[in-house]
C-alpha cells in the first residue's frame, strides 16, 4: 500500500548560516573518484587540505583556496590561507547547529512511518521521525508548493537503492528539505536524491548517484 500522508500544520526550515554556501562541508575528510562532479563551493574544517583527496587540487595563488576540474567552485580547507579557518569554523558551527535544530524539532506529524520504509509513499510536507534506518527501496515522492518543508529525523541510518529516485512534485525545492541522520547515509548506484543532509556520521554517494542539495556531515 503506498498511500499519501498529509498533516496540518506548516513547520519553518532549518537555518544553515553559512553552512549554506557550501554543497559540501565536513570536518573529518572528503574523498572524490573522477570523474565526479560538484557545482558549488566545499570546504572542510578542522581537517587540512591533505584530508580533501581525488580531487588534484590547484592551489590559487592567494592560498585562500583551491580548484579543481572536478568541481564548479571553490575549494576550502582548514590549513589556508586567512581568513579561511575562521569562516569554516563559523560554518562548521552553523552546520552543527543547524544539525541540532533539525533533531531537536518537537511534536511530528508522523512516527516511525513505514517502520522507516518509505519506498512507494508520497509524502506531505511536515516532520517525521523515526529511531530505526530509513530506507528507500523504491522511488518515494514529497508532493507540497514552494515554499512547504519536509523535515525527517532518524537516530539511524539512511539508506537509498541503486537506481532509485527522491522526486519532488507540485513545485516543492530541495533547499526546503532536511534529512536529519544521526548515522550514516549511502545513496545507491544510480540513484538520485533531493535535499540537504544533515549527517552526524558520513555521506556516500555511490557509483553514477546524482544529488541535488548539499551534503553537510
Not at 27 to 39: D, M, Q, Y
Not at 48 to 76: E, I, M
Not at 187 to 200: A, D, P, R, V, Y
Request: proline fraction near 4%; glycine fraction near 12%.
Amino acid at each position: 500500500v503506498t498511500g499519501v500522508q498529509t498533516c496540518a500544520l506548516p513547520i519553518s526550515p532549518v537555518g544553515l548560516g553559512t553552512a549554506g554556501a557550501h554543497v559540501v562541508l565536513a570536518k573529518a575528510g572528503i574523498s572524490s573518484v573522477p570523474a565526479s562532479r560538484l557545482t558549488g563551493d566545499i570546504g572542510l574544517s578542522p581537517a587540512a587540505a591533505s584530508f580533501v583527496t581525488g580531487f588534484s587540487l590547484v592551489a590559487d595563488a592567494t592560498n585562500v583556496f583551491s580548484t579543481s576540474t572536478q568541481v564548479l567552485g571553490k575549494v576550502y580547507a582548514a590549513s589556508y590561507a586567512a581568513p579561511t579557518a575562521s569562516r569554516l569554523t563559523t560554518a562548521v558551527s552553523n552546520m552543527e547547529s543547524a544539525y541540532t535544530d533539525a533533531a531537536g524539532r518537537p511534536t511530528p506529524d508522523f512516527t516511525e512511518l513505514g517502520t522507516g520504509n518509505i519506498g512507494g509513499k508520497t509524502l506531505a510536507p511536515g516532520l517525521y521521525k523515526w529511531t530505526s534506518t530509513i530506507t528507500i527501496p523504491s522511488d518515494v515522492t514529497l508532493a507540497g508548493g514552494l515554499n512547504d518543508v519536509w523535515i525527517f529525523q532518524t537516530s539511524g541510518d539512511l539508506s537509498m537503492a541503486a537506481a532509485k529516485s527522491v522526486i519532488l512534485s507540485g513545485g516543492a525545492q530541495a533547499k526546503n528539505v532536511f534529512w536529519q541522520v544521526a548515522g550514516h547515509v549511502t545513496l545507491g548506484e544510480n540513484s538520485h536524491f533531493e535535499g540537504i543532509l544533515l549527517c552526524k556520521a558520513d555521506i556516500t554517494l555511490q557509483t553514477g548517484a546524482t544529488m541535488n542539495g548539499r551534503a553537510l556531515a
